[in-house]
């Protein structure tokens, strides 16, 4: 069944960086049941890759073998007719691409489109998309 499926918050690197550090210092629960945290312990070290956030419009292009393919903004299923910034045209012109992509991202990963979705999410930037940032 097509269905809106919300895309999940992205947390900012300060946020990370202070769930880290409380997993890390946690010691255990007081006689009222709050947390205490040992600051002094040492920390762990990560290894991560960033990544910079684009300014565009949150996009992204679902499909199950039973369907088709369907696009979504971040909070509403686009088509043609009520589109976000074009991109509901343009997966519509690029449509077989786009469910061969998505087919073998499922063979890769032994996922079976006939009881799964895959949703890809991503940002649609372009002309006119945001204004005074360094990509528009």
Known sequence: ??????????SQFRQIVKEITES???????????????YLKPKPVVT??????????NASVCYS????VWCQSRENVITVEKDNMGFAWFVEQNKETV????????KEN???????????????????????????
């Open 24 to 38: 890390a210092c946690f010691i255990g629960l007081d006689g009222e049941g709050k947390a205490m945290f040992d």
């Open 48 to 57: 991560f890759t960033a990544t910079e956030k684009v300014h565009g419009t």
């Open 99 to 106: 469910i061969s992509i998505i087919r073998e991202l499922a």
């Open 110 to 136: 032994n996922i079976d489109l006939n009881t799964h979705i895959i949703s890809l999410y991503g940002e649609w930037i372009g002309k006119g998309i945001q204004k005074n940032v360094a990509i528009s």
């Open 1 to 10: 069944m097509r269905r809106m499926i919300k895309y999940p918050s992205i």
């Open 65 to 68: 073998n039973s369907d088709g």
